[in-house]
């Protein structure tokens, strides 16, 4: 379950799926960024299928996989002018898909006619970058959205294009939120939606200490992570937190693994399973019972496909300077300081992980902040920097690309599992 293929054709591109906020701090949506994608660059050698949909059923949940949608948000995803006229947006999910466009100065009548064309059937459209320029107002009349990158701009400058975006009856997105700051100002501006890596940034509280809930958490790790555990006593502690075994028991009985019999305990998996799986899954679920704000749910989601995109892509690599293992801890826990607004050398103390784990989660170990390094690059679209770390760990690009989907696949199974009837 969860393997690559050896098929050449089904080979992965690399993508980075950034989120978008709302005012009320839920994920409304996700900016799908895909590297070297054809329907995204100048190249007029394009396909207007896209490689991971199925434009043959256009039933919503049969995109669930696909890396730009997850549950009911929305997936903003680029697309160049020639692939628009060759209507490779069509092979997205209507209702759900908003296509991103340059702000392009006098757009010729065939390009207007066929963002009519997407409009009429249900797509929205967004221009990225957006500069209010001259030349471009045809585009401005019939978007949906604009994305106005906030850095380096004057506020009088930004409040010039909110005005222009408001005269169209435009929701405005501001991007480039890199910290706290910036996204404050944004909602102080009244922008609408949020994108940027301003909720991986913590707001550390010195001193703070662990709720009696998280360290309940925590003792679970302890029981997990010393050998092989005492499977009775670790079914008694879990059983005692009804909401991980509720979340456990409801992915491994969902349709990513269709056993023929229902598994009704964490004993049960384990004899069916395996211990050495289902302590992935289980470490997953005490995690994510570890972050019930909403806020941190997206850390919580990409906590996860971190852990399981460094075990793959080790695996796959052949990567020997860590212990497959090791890397998936390192992914999971990579996340700690936002999530629970601790110092990150503060959250080791208290997690039972190696030393070199530890060093690697506070960036003193330098060849695991390399695997840390990977993940951010991947996550702000960093294609040059993402090859040099790729090279700097020996790691195989295609199994890393490959890894970094089937990795998004595995977290999609997991918090999606029981959403979908």
């Given at each position: 379950m969860f393997t690559a293929t050896n098929?050449?054709?089904?080979?992965?591109?690399?993508?980075s799926k950034q989120p978008v906020f709302g005012r009320n701090r839920k994920v409304w949506g996700h900016d799908l960024i895909v590297r070297d994608a054809p329907w995204s660059r100048g190249s007029a050698n394009t396909t207007p299928v896209l490689p991971f949909t199925k434009p043959q059923n256009r039933e919503p949940k049969q995109y669930?996989?696909?890396p730009g949608h997850v549950g009911d948000t929305k997936v903003m995803i680029p697309f160049a002018e020639h692939a628009v006229?060759?209507?490779?947006?069509?092979?997205?999910?209507?209702?759900?898909?908003?296509?991103?466009?340059?702000?392009v100065e006098a757009p010729v009548k065939e390009y207007l006619w066929a963002l009519d064309n997407l409009k009429k059937s249900y797509y929205q459209l967004a221009i990225e970058n957006f500069e209010n320029r001259p030349g471009s107002e045809a585009l401005l009349e019939r978007a949906d959205f604009v994305k106005i990158k906030l850095p380096g701009k004057t506020p009088r400058a930004i409040m010039a294009l909110l005005e222009a975006a408001r005269d169209k009856k435009c929701m405005a997105i501001a991007t480039g939120l890199e910290n706290k700051k910036l996204f404050e100002a944004a909602q102080s501006l009244g922008f609408s939606y949020f994108q940027g890596a301003f909720?991986?940034?913590?707001?550390?509280?010195?001193?703070?200490?662990?709720?009696?809930?998280?360290?309940?958490?925590?003792?679970l790790f302890n029981l997990i992570e010393h050998g092989t555990p005492d499977f009775s006593r670790l079914a008694e502690a879990i059983s005692m937190d009804a909401s991980i075994s509720y979340r456990l028991l409801l992915f491994l009985n969902s349709a990513a693994f269709s056993f023929p019999v229902e598994i009704t305990s964490i004993n049960h998996a384990v004899v069916i399973l395996g211990w050495e799986q289902v302590k992935d899954w289980l470490r997953m679920a005490i995690l994510n019972d570890l972050a019930p704000k909403e806020e941190s749910k997206e850390l919580m989601r990409l906590a996860a496909q971190r852990s399981n995109f460094f075990k793959l892509s080790a695996v796959r690599s052949g990567y020997r300077a860590d212990p497959p293992d090791r890397l998936f801890l390192l992914g999971l826990f990579s996340l700690m300081e936002p999530m629970l607004g601790i110092p990150m050398k503060d959250v080791v103390e208290n997690l039972p992980l190696s030393d070199d784990l530890k060093q690697g989660l506070t960036r003193e170990n330098k060849r695991l902040?390399?695997?840390?390094?990977?993940?951010?690059?991947?996550e702000t679209a960093d294609w040059p920097a993402v090859d040099k770390v790729v090279e700097y760990l020996h790691l195989n690009g295609e199994a890393v690309a490959n890894s970094y989907y089937d990795a998004h696949v595995v977290m999609h199974s997991f918090f999606g599992a029981g959403s979908e009837s």
């Open positions: 098929d050449p054709d089904d080979r992965r591109l690399l993508f669930a996989f696909m006229l060759k209507k490779a947006p069509q092979s997205l999910p209507d209702g759900y898909t908003i296509v991103e466009v340059h702000e909720f991986k940034r913590p707001d550390v509280v010195e001193n703070r200490r662990l709720t009696a809930n998280e360290a309940t958490k925590i003792e902040a390399l695997w840390l390094e990977l993940a951010q690059r991947i």
